[in-house]
T-cell receptor, first 113, second 112 residues
């Protein structure tokens, strides 16, 4: 399968714990995006990378959130000191330099108890 | 800020009925428009897109959408829905220099 993959698919954690999610984009895609989706809402933009550079961060990305994309390949999204409001589906998408089409992964569903 | 509005939260149709889902966006400049679909248990998939040219675009599975610039609209249509079209549909706008901005989605339920 050469699509976007995300790991883990599900994560249950206790409030206050740190969690890290991984995204592996389509190999030739240099842009990688993170979105968050809550029930009844469409995906909301969090941040994006072009290669290893993080070019934009949404105001939704509080200082408890950090994302990295070392070497411009896979990316990680870490949430520190999780809160119940962080419970959501975290989606990763990638696209090539020229095409505007974004290809989405299956998402990581986070539940904070 | 750019925003996307989807008029219908939940649409219920019988098989063979025609479908039209409304989508309006707020930005008046050059935009790229998309419809994504999420089937139950699956990830978001691109249904169709508009970048430029013919404002009537055709996508997969018999779907089409019409871009009307004067109305800031990009409505999705299908002449005859099938039970397998049951899914959540998202309209999205890409404005240069930003990421995709999505509407809240429309849940389509098709009864056989």
């Amino acid at each position: 399968d050469t699509g976007v993959s995300q790991d883990p698919r599900h994560k249950i954690t206790k409030r206050g714990q740190n969690v890290t999610f991984r995204c592996d984009p389509i190999s030739e895609h240099n842009r990688l995006y993170w979105y968050r989706q809550t029930l009844g809402q469409g995906p909301e933009f969090l941040t994006y990378f072009q290669n290893e550079a993080q070019l934009e961060k949404s105001r939704l990305l509080s200082d408890r959130f950090s994302a990295e994309r070392p070497k411009g390949s896979f990316s990680t999204l870490e949430i520190q000191r999780t809160e119940q409001g962080d419970s959501a589906m975290y989606l990763c998408a990638s696209r090539g330099l020229v095409s505007y089409e974004q290809y989405f992964g299956p998402g990581t569903r986070l539940t904070v108890t | 800020a750019q925003s996307v509005s989807q008029h219908n939260h939940h649409v219920i149709l019988s098989e063979a009925a025609s479908l039209e889902l409304g989508c309006n966006y707020s930005y008046g400049g050059t935009v790229n428009l998309f419809w994504y679909v999420q089937y139950p248990g699956q990830h978001l998939q691109l249904l169709l897109k508009y970048f430029s040219g013919d404002p009537l675009v055709k996508g997969i599975k018999g779907f089409e959408a019409e871009f009307i610039k004067s109305k800031f609209s990009f409505n999705l249509r299908k002449p005859s829905v099938q039970w397998s079209d049951t899914a959540e549909y998202f309209c999205a706008v890409y404005q240069a220099g930003t990421a995709l901005i999505f509407g809240k989605g429309t849940t389509l339920s098709v009864s056989s």
